[in-house]
């Protein structure tokens, strides 16, 4: 559908896509990648996600282990792997020897024998079990150190806590007739629900976060640890095999797409000025106001005036001390009358966001948000007044606002852990329970969603964003180099389509200018801008169901004028051929300068590219699609 193209304008780096290899027994079937473990199936059923060894530092910085003799052998009824790793930086060195294999009949063993080279302090060093997000209200059977059995469910609504603890063996049913089983040795295992990040998956690893951190593992000491994964179905378990093409229908009218905001840090505001030009329109510019920046009333005015440039309100994100209500919230006051701007509304983000803390918790000396929530209104504004994070959800949902907010705000990240594509675009399968889970926090309220973007706009777990110098592939970065390129458009796509079917009110996927920009550091347009630009125009139109047969293509359809227009993405690495009615046809496919591509060989959906369909809105007729 869209020709040749590299791997720059898919990825925005030159950086090789990490090798993958498909290891076979029988049924039982993984992904070999890094030497690690993912999409482990037996039947064609996702069982585990991934199993992972790694070491982390005393800062939590992930080592990237250098690989070496690595043996594999295949046969029909069996695989195994066998290599050496090292993990070095100034902390210490640390080497161990992974050995895995699998077997027909549904077993899969990884171990690992690690030693110090030095002493080597670390916050985390050994196996990650991932069990996929989907797994979400399934039973879940608990072996605990001592032999003793627990029934319980893995959580549905995301658990700001750990769900599980001092773990031996889980158990649970990846489908009717499957039993899945995974044992872990060489220490106490506990689990966290990654949902909270967006990662697609439930996290159990070695070593609980209870014990003392970092610790030192002695030069010459040795660590051995062990994962087994059996898996026993019934005849009757049906082989499962996904759709080899996305088909795709609408169906009739259900709710209205969100508004479009973009988030702006001042220090990006002359950049974004002098390419209002370029941008296209929104509904709002959300503009972040901290008094100790040296952000006053002229600031907002500018910020203002930009706004109306590209046709948006604006809104301010005002960061509050939460020390004394009254003060700040008059300080905010102050400066919006100061600077003439009507608001379309006040973001409250209490600073304290910025950092993570355990849930339910208030720092001392500083005030819930309900009362931020008070003063703000005393001072006589009339926007609309938000509370939520200028962080992650996790913080959202660890610390969920009080009072009575007229909306409520949070964001999201796709590489907090990883940042490899496939862990990337998983994220997307979870936005559906966040935003869930945020309504169960705060039922009734109207929801701001983002920045919703792949890098980091900070850091609630460290020091900074991790630097990414040569734009690669790095978890916990700012400047994530797909964001700029057509995977970071496919990836937009992806968040529309599942912000709009939960009915967020407003979304933000991305700033102006800067890492975050719909425009690079030139002033040239990226993929997105187009992504965006299409979203901007259907704001608060009526948007419709639309169905695909296939995992990896997502869609979002809405009524412009007498037609319905339709934005699909490929979040993929392999190309799906798209099936669509006779009705419709190809407006265009989004090139790497945010053009629309009217040309088609085919329609064959390229590798994480978008495209934008189109068909008459008078094909649906009571709901369902008109094929006449």
Known sequence: MSGD?????????????????????GPLTVILEDGNLRTIRFAGIEVVRAINYLARDASWGTYKAELSNMRISERKSAFEVAYDGQCAG??????????????????????????????????????VVLHPSEAAGGRLTIRHSSG??????????????????????????????????VTMEGDAFEMEDQRNWTDASFKTYIRPLSKPRPYVIAKGSKDIQRIEVSIAAKASAALFKAADKATLTLGGPAGRMPAMALFL???????????????????????????????????????????????ARLAIEAIFDAVNPRAEAKTVADAIRSSGVEPSAVLISPRREFRTRPPNSLPPGEHP??????????????????????????EFNRNPPTGDADFIFFGNAASVHAADDLSV??????????????????PGKPIWLG?????????????????????????????????????GAAFAVGVASRAAAAGVHRLVIAAPAGPFGLLDDHGRRRPLQAVHAELAAAAGTARYEVFVT??????????????????????????????????????????????????IHSWLLDPYRSVLLQCPADVIADGKQNRS
């Open 5 to 25: 193209t590299g791997a720059f304008d898919l990825f925005g780096t030159d950086e090789p896509v990490a090798e993958r290899r498909t290891l076979t027994a």
């Open 90 to 127: 100034p902390q210490g060195s640390f080497s161990y020897r992974m050995k895995i294999t699998g077997e027909a009949p549904g077993v899969l063993s990884v171990e690992a024998e690690g030693v110090a080279l030095t002493d080597f302090p670390t916050n985390r060093t050994g196996f």
């Open 148 to 181: 003793e059995n627990e029934e319980t469910v893995f959580p549905d609504a995301i658990s700001p806590d750990q769900p599980a603890f001092d773990i031996a063996a889980l158990t649970h049913e990846p489908a009717p007739g499957m039993v899945c089983t």
């Open 265 to 311: 840090d001042p220090d990006d505001l002359p950049a974004a000025m002098a390419g209002a030009s370029s941008l296209g329109s929104a509904q709002e510019i959300v503009v972040r106001f901290v008094g100790a920046r040296g952000h006053d009333a002229s600031m907002l005015s500018k910020a203002a005036g930009f706004a109306t440039s590209i046709g």
């Open 369 to 394: 948000i309900s009362d931020l929530l008070d003063a703000v209104k005393s001072t006589g504004i009339t926007a609309a007044i938000g509370a939520g994070t200028p962080s992650l959800f996790t």
């Open 425 to 442: 675009m998983e994220t997307l399968s979870v936005y559906p329970s966040v935003i869930a889970t945020a309504r169960r926090l705060c």
């Open 451 to 487: 920045p919703c973007t792949i890098g980091m706009r900070h850091n609630p777990y460290g020091e900074a964003v991790a630097t990414n110098p040569a734009l690669s592939r790095v978890p916990a970065a700012g400047n994530d180099p797909r964001h700029g390129a057509l995977f």
């Open 550 to 599: 296939h995992p990896a293509v997502s869609a979002v359809a809405y009524r412009l004028g007498e037609n319905i227009r339709i934005l699909v993405a490929n979040l993929s690495p392999d190309a799906v051929e798209l099936l669509v009615p006779p009705s419709m046809h190809l407006e265009g496919v989004i090139d790497g300068n945010a053009n629309l591509v009217r040309s």
